[in-house]
């Protein structure tokens, strides 16, 4: 496998134009043009980290901190995949966030009037906390097979940011 030497995306070998942002390979340039895509094939196995387990890693546990690594590291910013799962992780994080204020401000003003109503919205809380937990896991399964699914609002923002 080849690596575009424009944005640093894995193609197939033969691939004349780059699939992610439609640059030549320039595979008859002699012994130059073998010289540049080198280091990027010596540069991803010395860091270990394939682009599929960097998405993987955005959506995982460790994700808050992957995250900002992969936006400020070298090898990782320049890779629009890597910067598309970084975002949207980060995006879907902060969103998730401000769900769970928005939920413990809730239960003071419930509590405050019924405490039953609590309850209740403990249990909403733990549906929508469960979900969140699942759209994670298939997250870290989409970027670990190379997909780049867009979720409804925190997608649109990461395509900006790439």
């Given at each position: 496998?080849?690596?575009?030497?424009?944005?640093?995306?894995?193609?197939?070998?033969?691939?004349?134009?780059?699939?992610?942002?439609?640059?030549?390979?320039?595979?008859?340039?002699?012994?130059g043009?073998?010289?540049?895509?080198?280091?990027?094939?010596?540069?991803?196995p010395?860091?270990?980290?394939?682009?599929?387990v960097a998405?993987?890693?955005?959506?995982?546990?460790?994700?808050?901190?992957?995250?900002?690594i992969?936006?400020?590291?070298?090898?990782?910013?320049?890779n629009?995949?890597?910067?598309?799962?970084a975002?949207q992780?980060?995006?879907?994080?902060a969103a998730?966030?401000?769900?769970?204020?928005?939920?413990?401000?809730?239960?003071?003003v419930?509590?405050a009037?019924?405490?039953?109503?609590?309850?209740?919205?403990?249990?909403?809380?733990?549906?929508?906390?469960?979900?969140s937990?699942?759209?994670?896991?298939?997250?870290?399964i989409?970027?670990?097979?190379?997909?780049?699914?867009?979720?409804p609002?925190v997608?649109?923002?990461?395509d900006?940011?790439v």
């Amino acid at each position: 496998m080849a690596f575009c030497p424009g944005c640093g995306t894995q193609v197939a070998d033969g691939t004349t134009f780059c699939p992610s942002c439609g640059k030549p390979m320039s595979a008859s340039g002699g012994s130059g043009a073998a010289a540049a895509p080198a280091p990027a094939v010596a540069a991803a196995p010395a860091s270990g980290l394939a682009d599929n387990v960097a998405g993987l890693l955005c959506y995982s546990p460790v994700g808050l901190i992957a995250d900002i690594i992969f936006l400020v590291t070298d090898p990782y910013k320049s890779n629009k995949f890597i910067r598309f799962h970084a975002f949207q992780s980060l995006f879907l994080c902060a969103a998730m966030f401000a769900l769970g204020i928005a939920f413990m401000i809730a239960n003071m003003v419930l509590g405050a009037i019924f405490f039953p109503l609590v309850a209740m919205a403990a249990i909403l809380e733990l549906i929508i906390w469960l979900g969140s937990l699942v759209l994670f896991v298939m997250m870290m399964i989409k970027a670990y097979g190379m997909q780049t699914p867009h979720l409804p609002i925190v997608g649109a923002l990461a395509d900006k940011q790439v």
